[in-house]
Nanobody, 125 residues
């Protein structure tokens, strides 16, 4: 069974940093687009960042641009999200996701085919 396992969430003060990591169980994921979404209580799941399989295309939500950095290691089947200058409004459950598309990024959650279980990020003011 395909699995995506996130780690690295937690509680941090505003202005602090966290690094999320996602490990994929399938080697084939190294050929797919990988990304991160988040969902705050009472809100819809929203796109955060994604990267195509070879890193040619990287996209960020406007709300995190300049603060978050996505990276991937295809040899290890992992994708990371470095989050700096965190704000209370970044508080959410963060999900790793994989899209079978290789060469483009569609930010809609429905365009991603596999999901992790989520990891909580809480930013205190």
């Amino acid at each position: 069974q395909v699995q995506l396992v996130e780690s690295g969430g937690g509680l941090v003060q505003a202005g602090g940093s966290l690094r999320l990591s996602c490990a994929a169980s399938e080697r084939s994921f190294r050929t797919y687009t990988m990304g991160w979404f988040r969902q705050a209580p009472g809100k819809e799941r929203e796109f955060v960042a994604a990267m195509t399989w070879n890193g040619d295309i990287t996209e960020y939500a406007d709300s995190v641009k300049g603060r978050f950095t996505i990276s991937r290691d295809n040899a290890k089947n992992t994708v990371d999200l470095q989050m700096n200058s965190l704000k209370p409004e970044d508080t959410a459950v963060y999900y790793c996701a994989v899209s079978r598309s290789r060469f483009y990024i569609n930010r809609a959650p429905g365009s991603f085919d596999y999901w992790g279980q989520g990891t909580q990020v809480t930013v205190s003011s």
